[in-house]
C-alpha cells in the first residue's frame, strides 16, 4: 500500500509569511507524528497525534507553530509569520497504534519531508 | 528526559570494509528500544535495525548488527561489507514503552563509502 506522504517537497516563502505543510499518513495508522531537521540539531519532535487528538504538543518551538489532524487522516502544521530560523526539513511519521509495549515497538514510518526555506 | 548522543559527525570507509557507527544515550527507564535510522539523498528515512532493551543478544540484520552493553548505555551501529549504497546519514534513536511512541533522535552521522 502506500506510504507517508508529504507536500509540497520543497517551499519558498518569504520572512513573514505563513505556511501550510501537509502529510497523508498510512491509512489506518491511528498515530501521526512531526519531526523537525535542522542543520546541526539532528531531529526534533515537534508534536504527537492520537486520531485528532494531540495529547504531546511539547515540541512545538513556539506559538507560531500550531497543527491539526482532521478525519484521523490527514494533518497540516502551520507555520505563522516565518522566521529564517524556521528553515529545515519538516518530518513526518505515522504508526498504527501510538503506544508501544514489551512486546514490540509501535514502528513509525517516515515520509519524504518537505524542506522549508525562509528567506 | 532523555538524551541521545552521536559524537562523531561524519566518517568515511572504504568499500567492502567494515565501519562502526557510535551511540550513547542517557535514560532512567529500564525497558525501552533502540534504532538506528538511514536517511539517504532522499531524506527517505529507513529503518536499519532496532534493539529491544531488555534483550540481551544483540540485534542483527543481514551486513548490520549492533553492540548494545546496557550498562554502559552505548549502542553502536557495525556494518560489514560496506557498499556504495551505505552512504548516507546514519541517525540513532530511542523509544520509551507505553503511550506515546515518540522518537529522541541524536544529531546523526554523515557515512560516506569510498569506491
Known amino acids: 500500500g502506500a506510504g507517508v506522504s508529504q507536500s509540497p517537497s520543497n517551499k519558498v516563502t518569504e520572512k513573514g509569511k505563513d505556511v501550510e505543510l501537509r502529510c497523508d499518513p498510512i491509512s489506518g495508522h491511528t498515530a501521526l507524528y512531526w519531526y523537525r531537521q535542522s542543520l546541526g540539531q539532528g531531529l526534533e519532535f515537534l508534536i504527537y497525534f492520537q486520531g485528532n487528538s494531540a495529547p504531546d504538543k511539547s515540541g512545538l518551538p513556539s506559538d507560531r507553530f500550531s497543527a491539526e489532524r482532521t478525519g484521523g487522516s490527514v494533518s497540516t502544521l502551520t507555520i505563522q509569520r516565518t522566521q529564517q530560523e524556521d528553515s529545515a526539513v519538516y518530518l513526518c511519521?505515522?504508526?498504527?497504534?501510538?503506544?508501544?509495549?514489551?512486546?514490540?515497538?509501535?514502528?513509525?514510518?517516515f515520509g519524504p519531508g518537505t524542506r522549508l526555506t525562509v528567506l | 528526559a532523555q538524551t541521545v548522543t552521536q559524537s562523531q559527525p561524519e566518517m568515511s570507509v572504504q568499500e567492502a570494509e567494515t565501519v562502526t557507527l557510535s551511540c550513547t544515550y542517557d535514560t532512567s527507564e529500564n525497558n525501552y528500544y533502540l534504532f538506528w535510522y538511514k536517511q539517504p539523498p532522499s531524506r527517505q528515512m529507513i529503518l536499519v535495525i532496532r534493539q529491544e532493551a531488555y534483550k540481551q543478544q544483540n540485534a542483527t540484520e543481514n551486513r548490520f548488527s549492533v553492540n548494545f552493553q546496557k550498562a554502559a548505555k552505548s549502542f553502536s551501529l557495525k556494518i560489514s561489507d560496506s557498499q556504495l549504497g551505505d552512504t548516507a546519514m546514519y541517525f540513532c534513536a530511542f523509544m520509551k514503552l507505553g503511550a506515546n511512541s515518540k522518537l529522541t533522535f541524536g544529531k546523526g552521522i554523515t557515512l560516506s563509502v569510498r569506491p
Open positions: 511519521a505515522s504508526s498504527r497504534l501510538g503506544t508501544s509495549g514489551i512486546l514490540g515497538p509501535d514502528t513509525q514510518y
